[in-house]
Every structure is written in C-alpha cells, then in structure tokens.
DNA sequence: CTGAAAGCGCTTACAG
DNA sequence: CTGAAAGCGCTTACAG
C-alpha cells in the first residue's frame, strides 16, 4: 500500500536507480531537472523511505542505542535531554533500552537488541558494565560510548565528571569556610569507582589540612534519599554532632538529609552545613537550597554523541563547579 | 562479517527455510531434533538476527514509537518507566523521540521518523497534535494512542486522568476542611484543554457550595515552578491573603508557590494551605511536603501499551487519589 | 547524467 | 517435516 520508489520511478519515467539517487542526493550523478520532478513526485505520493529496506542494503542506519542504567536517578534526564538535542541537529533517531547495574543478563540482553539492527553506536549512560558484555560490545565493531561513569580500564572510552576533583572541591570548599570535621554521606563505596574517587578527593583535601578523618564520618550508602536519611540519623545519634558540615553524594542523599535533619530538629545551616553533588534543579527547590558541586549533565550528554559518532576513544572529562546556596554556614 | 541465516544452514545441512522456521519457532514446521541443532549451531556462531531483513519483509517490527513532548515536565519519566516495564513484558522495544508543543512542523517531523519503520504502534505523550498531524496519524494505519492527555475530539484514542474530577477533588478535600476562599495557580488556561478541564472540576465543587469565585483567586500559567513564583506575588500584594488554600497546577507550580511564601514570609499551611496536583515524588521531597492530587503515572504508561497493541480505541481514565501530607490546615 | 541488474538477509506460499 | 524460489524496498558498482 505505501509508496514506493518504484511508484515514483514509473511516475516520473526514471529508473528507480536514478530516483534513489535523487532520494539520497547522491550530488553529480543527476540534474537538476530530474532532481527537481522527483521531489515533487514523491511529495505528491506522499513517499515515505522505507528505513528497512535501506538499512539492510547499506548496513547502516542514523539509529543510536542508548542504554540506560535504571537505577534511581534525577540526572538521566539531563543526559538524555544533551544527546536528543544533538541528535537532532546530526539527524539521528534514538533507541532507549533500559537496564540494571550489576545485572549481567539484562545488560547483556540489551545490549544484543541494539546490536540487532545496524546502530551507528551505542551510548551507554551510568552503565556499571559486565567484563563478558565488554567483549561482546568490542567484537560488535560497533562503535560505543559510555557517559557519566568511569572505569578503572583507560580502554573504556567514556566522558564523565572528574569524580576524584569532584570530591576535592566539595571538600575544600567546606575547609575554606572554617570547617574541620567534614562528614561524607550516602556515596557506593563498595560497588562504584564513582563513589571511590570522590572519597579520595574528598581525603585528599583533608590530608592537605593535615585532618585525620574519623571512621564515624563516613557513612557509604547507594546515593538515595533514603541513605541520605540513614546517614544523618546516624550522624544525629551522637550529641553533639560529630560534624559542623557534610558532603552529600548525590542530590536525593543532600535531600534525605535535609529532611530528616529537619525532623530532628537540627537546622541547615546553622548546625550543621551540607553541600550537595549533583546540582540538579532539586537544589533550588527544597529549602534551604542547597549550595552544589553541580555537574553538567546536559553538556555531558550532547558532546558524548559526537564523541561516539567520530569513534574518539579519548576518556574525557566535563567540567564540574560550585554553585553557591543557602545550605553552608561559614565557621568563625 | 555478520553471522546469517546461511551460515546457520551451512553448519547444519538445513536451508535456509527451515532454519528461519525454527530461529521464528514456527510450530508445526520442523522437529525437535532440527530446532535443536539450529539452535546449537546459531548459538556457536555468535547468531543475531538481522531485524532489517525481518522487518522488511514482514514489514512489521515489535518497536513501539514513543513521542514525548519535551516542554518541561517532570512526571515523563514515570510514564515511560511504565511504558518501558510493560515494553519488556511483551519483548517490544522502544523508540524515543522529542517533539514540542504548538509546534506542527517538529511535531510532524517526529511522527514521520516514526513511521519511516514498520512501527508496531505510536504512543504520544502529552503531545497537544496539530490537526493536520491527526490525519497524518489517521492515514498511516499504523496503531496510535495519546498518554496522559485528552481531546475534545473524542474520536481520538487516549489515557489520562480525568482531569474534571481531578480539579473537583482537590477543591473538595480542602473545601471539607473549611476552606472556601480557595484558590487556582499556574494552570494553562489558554491553551490547554487539561487546564480546562481542572478548572471546570474547580468551579462545579465550588458551585455546589454556592460559593461565587472572585477573579482574583485564579492566577493562569503555564505548569511551571516559575508560574507559582508569579502567582504567590500576586496573592502576596493584598494584605490580608485574599485565599486561605491554593491549588497548584502542577508539582512544579506548587513548588513555586511554596519557595515564594516562604520568601514573604508566608507559612504553610498556617498561613496559607496548598494541594498539588501530580503527587510525583517532588511532593516528599519538600518542605512542608505536599498535600497532593496524585496521578497514577506509572499504570498510565504501562496500560497504554497493551491499549495500543490491542488497538483499543476507547479514551479511558486512571485513578487519581489524594495523599495527604503537611501542606494543608484544617479551618476551624 | 542514466539504466539494468545484482544483492542485502530474511520469510513464506508452494510443492513435496 | 523440509527445500527451492520469489520477493520485501532499497543501493550501488558496472556500463554506457
């Protein structure tokens, strides 16, 4: 029933051979002429290319796989919002297919989907991979992408935060106003070299000052919400507060607890400072807003597509800054 | 390079006719032993199928087009998370692309990347579609349905909530509690038939009281943070508060109103009480957290689906509830 | 600048 | 239960 450029080819009295030509503007192997009555053939007909037909032949496709880690976070948006945008202006369509850290099957089954069609790369957003699945995603001789995550690998090719500066900054930022006893709250220290790194930044900066860390300053979570209210409960479980200031892993940990601080009655900033990673448009909307190590997420996302499309294999950082707020107190 | 059907018939004698009988399990076809061996053998060559051969001469796919209108919302993702769960239920996988409001040609240009492969269906959501792109739609004969939006025109397939009763809800709950100078924020008014809508739910509850609205209480926007920050300004330039209880178009508007009172120095719900409309994970988030209308994004996103893969054509609602948390007061 | 023809990898009546 | 063959809609050397 659809067009076909076999129904423009007997329409217009060319071969289809020279109506594809026009259709792929193939630049010399036709006129202008001809050029011009295909074009308005096919938009009478209502012509649509048919994507299969072509992919198949030419093995390529304007299609980019992003898989993206289910996991609970705010940002993907951000992520997502960057890559459409310069999707839109290189003219390619996205696939999204979701998945699961630590989850090597559905990893791996999502993985095969977008190797399924011919994909003109793969992006991968906070995608903790699998060692087997790096294989397969190497052997695929598709290109691939990860963006806001590194890995130890250097062969990895992916853009990200510099996740160790990340740590240093929220930390030096807090020495800077005064303070000492710097808690660290809600960051994966078991599973995430994400979480790794910010708390080497983070020791890094105290080492500076010559700050021996306390253990009970550190409460490692899985950057929730909820590990943001387990942390400040545990904080809070000493009076006084074994802290004045704590750096929170992510934006839902700073949220979780402001809440619960809030709960127990402990003010922000007054009693204790929190500065927050991520700087998500949450920051603005709770209160007191909450001064961040904002990353650029967007920014992120839009340069990782190109990156991918020029099979760039650098590991590359986007830049990440403070964002001052209501949420640090200065310490006299 | 690729590993193909051929291969596959090679390595085990088959042709290629019965090895695609089996890799498609077309019962009936072939035996136990055959499908065994196929099996085997595609699974040692590493076999993925080509799904633009398949898709070009079934001329059908298992992808399912999802346009979202890109206007700031926050609750899209739930949607598609529920999209996206039922998606991997039924083995169908989805495409992504962007659109905005009011803008035909984008809109336009969306839905033919859509229809450019044998899509096995087109969800829009909350995509207000230009009449134009309706009959585009309508011509493709390629399944369709509208998500968490509703039309005047009810020829057109759809799942939403219902927003008349939503507004009717949220004006009785606080109604029941002795309001009666209530107030309406930050909907569209002008353009959307959502906005509409609540505002007709508003007006039959405040009827039914026989209360006569002032002008002064209803403030238009359009859905966002910032139209809350301009109408709590409003409200705020009368002293004494012309409404004891706002309704807030949207999280996001509620957020606005509540960043602005707390700015003049307006306490909820003391002061001045607020029910949200969404109840997306925002509202816990905040404080005072939000007294809200909930939306059941996630079941909207999930049901659309099977709707549209069952080329169900009847507009239908999801629930909506309210949650109660600490924005409101009770009036004595 | 244009056309005839082969071929991309798969599915499916048709025949056995 | 299986195979030979046609065909899906397009692109692209090859020849002119």
Redo the contacts between chains.
Sequence with gaps: ?DVTIKDIALATGFSTATVSRVLTNKEGYFSKNTAHKVHKVAKEL?Y??????M??VTRR?D?IAVIIN?TKTNFA?SIV?GI?KRA?ELGN??????TRDRDEVVQRQAI??A????VAGILLLSVDIAPQNVELLK?S?TPFYFVSIAFRDASLPCISSDDHSVGYMATKYLLDRGHRRIGLAGLDLNNSYTGQLRLDGYRSAMAEKEIVVSDEWIHAGDFS?ESGIEAMQAYASQSPLPITAVIAGSDLVA?GL??QA?KLGITVPEQLSVVSIDGTV?C????PSLTSVTQDFYHMGYVSLGRLLEHDHEMSFTSSRIVERDSVAELR
Tied chains: 1, 2.
């Design positions: 029933m209502g649509k290319k048919n994507m299969a037909a992919e198949l496709s299609v289910s948006d919002a459409q839109s369509t996205i696939i999204i297919l979701y095969i989907t190797l399924e069609r011919p052997s001789n919400h949220i402001l809440n809030q949450l603005d909307y709770v209160h």
